[in-house]
Nanobody
Framework: VQLQASGGGLVQAGGSLRLSCAAS????????MGWFRQAPGKEREFVAA????????YYADSVKGRFTISRDNAKNTVYLQMNSLKPEDTAVYYC?????????????????????WGKGTQVTVSS
């Protein structure tokens, strides 16, 4: 599975962005997906996850209520809708895939255990 994230950019605080992650391969619907982010000088951290069917989602406390993860298996794409953005959301955002795993596992394992990673997309939120 190859992953390509897009949709990043510069936005003012309070604004919105939607990230997309396009996946190659015919087995996309067998992978749970996660979004992670890495701010300058910080470790990469979990943001959100969605199960292979889309039936379960999980969010980091810092984004809960503001971000929404979704997927379209027909389009091999996972999305991250980001609303009410804050300067502290500034980071490089990465999508990642892991085969048939519960979303809680993705959240608790963090960086470890994901099978595939895409290149990141920069999100900058100005104050």
């Amino acid at each position: 599975v190859q992953l390509q994230a897009s949709g990043g950019g510069l936005v003012q605080a309070g604004g919105s962005l939607r990230l997309s992650c396009a996946a190659s391969g015919r087995t996309f619907s067998s992978y749970s997906m996660g979004w992670f982010r890495q701010a300058p000088g910080k470790e990469r951290e979990f943001v959100a996850a969605i199960s292979w069917s889309g039936g379960s989602t999980y969010y980091a406390d810092s984004v809960k209520g503001r971000f929404t993860i979704s997927r379209d298996n027909a389009k091999n794409t996972v999305y991250l809708q980001m609303n009410s953005l804050k300067p502290e959301d500034t980071a490089v955002y990465y999508c990642a895939a892991r085969f048939l795993v519960d979303v809680v596992i993705i959240a608790t394992a963090g960086n470890y255990g994901m099978d595939y990673w895409g290149k990141g997309t920069q999100v900058t939120v100005s104050s």
